[in-house]
């Protein structure tokens, strides 16, 4: 894919960029090593100083860059605004607690006098030089969440973006130089997927993270692996949403229509199969269906729209084959089903509610990027969690009920990286975020997030 921005809703390309050739790469390589020898050696105050900075300039650019993100990946503008407010927000979250967060820790004084010590604790010291390859669906955010933490650890960065989102890949760079980082602290590389292995195997890379498909994740974590580096990956999801009799159905119907169609349905933790408990399915499938048929489609640029383009033409295509693979094998579309009347130009897709889902199509194990929900129909809490659970894929789960004991079994057995109840998955900087089997590995956010990349240094002090 070139480096470039093509607007989703018309297809137009508008920005063209080179990628760096192999003596500006290296440039940016050695000045992240040099940088981080003595970036790493500053204070807590002194980096959240940095940081704080950084999130007043993201809150005075919030309308453009969030301009930038709608034209770039297609997201309606209001959800690019609240992107980049929760941008600063985490910034704010990191500078203001990482300093606790990476304190020393002290072993029991018993346990210390045992080991032989006169005094032992643990100190958490940067690794260095992390190279971070990240999606464009959510092209700040998932990029923030891993650099505020990382750069209050004392780490330094190198972003691999997207090859659709350069324009906010740069801004992103300028944003840490802007507010006086030290030149080399934060670098994006304008390179194209080929040349992502060679910047994994080199020397003065200490670590690597990837949000992005399950094809990408395993192509970085097997070159990392094979250098012994430290990775950490969130790769695909297709989240259940379980709908149980003590529901409350109006307003799981809400939160179910917004957790499928959040960024125009291209999110990982987005809500993907809805299983519903026979009791009231009937009732729940119509709501559900009528909600999902009323989404304003359109221009993401126009405050009005609700669900905009699909951020690649091959996306759409991609989503086209699984929702044709499921109708040819008996699947019920009932609403949506296609490309919009009346927009030629641009990768449009209908709002789409299937029912009647087997394990024989692709998309029971597939993920759906995309506004496309499936619809399945459980006989009882067993057969809900066994649905849920039927899948390559353990990011996240959400659970209606107002029974406890049917919470604390979902808790129990759900296998994901967050079960929410009566609410859809959501990041925040305060709860690790993450996944298991296919989903990936590692978390994102809270202490666990910026751990991560750190050396956990046990320090004993013999008499």
Not at 310 to 324: C, F, K, N, S, Y
Request: charged share 25%; aromatic share 8%; proline share 5%.
């Amino acid at each position: 894919m070139p480096i470039a921005t093509v607007d989703p809703a018309t297809g137009e390309t508008l920005e063209t960029f080179e990628p760096l050739d192999q003596p500006a790469l290296e440039l940016r390589l050695a000045r992240a090593e040099a940088t981080f020898a003595q970036y790493r050696t500053t204070s807590f105050a002194e980096r959240s100083a940095l940081l704080r900075r950084a999130a007043d300039l993201l809150d005075e650019d919030r309308e453009s860059i969030a301009r930038t993100m709608t034209t770039e990946m297609g997201k309606p503008i209001g959800a690019a605004r609240a992107e980049a407010a929760k941008c600063a927000k985490a910034m704010r979250w990191y500078a203001d607690r990482a300093g606790d967060l990476l304190a020393d820790e002290h072993p029991d004084q018993a346990d210390v006098a045992d080991s032989g010590a006169r005094a032992a604790y643990v100190r958490y010291r940067p690794l260095g030089v992390v190279l971070a390859v990240m999606p464009w669906n959510f092209p700040l955010w998932q990029v923030v969440r891993f650099a505020a933490p990382a750069l209050m650890a004392g780490n330094v960065g190198l972003l691999k973006h997207a090859s659709n989102v350069p324009r906010t890949a740069l801004f992103l760079a300028e944003l840490f130089a802007r507010a006086g980082f030290p030149v080399g602290c934060f670098q994006t590389l304008l390179i194209e997927s080929g040349a992502v292995e060679a910047v994994v195997r080199d020397r003065r890379v200490a670590a690597v993270t990837l949000t992005g498909s399950e094809g990408a994740g395993r192509a970085v974590a097997a070159a990392a692996g094979d250098e012994v580096k430290k990775t950490v990956l969130e790769l695909g999801g297709s989240d259940p949403f379980l709908v149980l009799p003590s529901a409350d159905l109006p307003e799981a119907v809400r939160w179910a229509v917004t957790a499928r169609v959040q960024n125009n349905g291209q999110s990982c933790i987005a809500a993907k199969r809805f299983i519903v408990h026979a009791q009231v399915y009937d009732a729940f499938a119509a709501a559900f269906t009528e909600r999902m048929r009323a989404l304003r489609v359109g221009d993401p640029l126009q405050e009005e729209t609700e669900v905009g383009p699909l951020a690649t033409r091959q996306g759409r295509a991609d989503l086209e084959e699984l929702v044709q693979d499921a109708v040819e094998r008996g699947a019920v579309v009932e609403c949506g089903g296609g490309r919009p009347d009346g927009r030629d130009a641009g990768w449009y897709y209908r709002p789409t509610v299937l029912s009647g889902i087997t394990p024989e199509m692709r998309i029971h194990h597939e993920e759906a990027f995309g506004p496309v929900a499936t619809l399945y129909r459980a006989q009882s809490l067993d057969a809900a969690i066994a649905l849920a659970n039927d899948t390559p894929f353990g990011l996240s789960s959400n659970v209606w009920t107002a029974d406890p004991d049917e919470r604390e079994r979902c808790v129990r057995d759900l296998q994901a990286g967050g079960v929410f109840f009566n609410g859809m998955t959501a990041s925040h900087p305060a709860f690790p975020f993450g996944g298991i089997r296919r989903s990936g590995y590692g978390r994102e956010l809270s202490a666990h997030g910026i751990r991560e990349f750190c050396n956990i240094t046990t320090v004993w002090l013999g008499h």
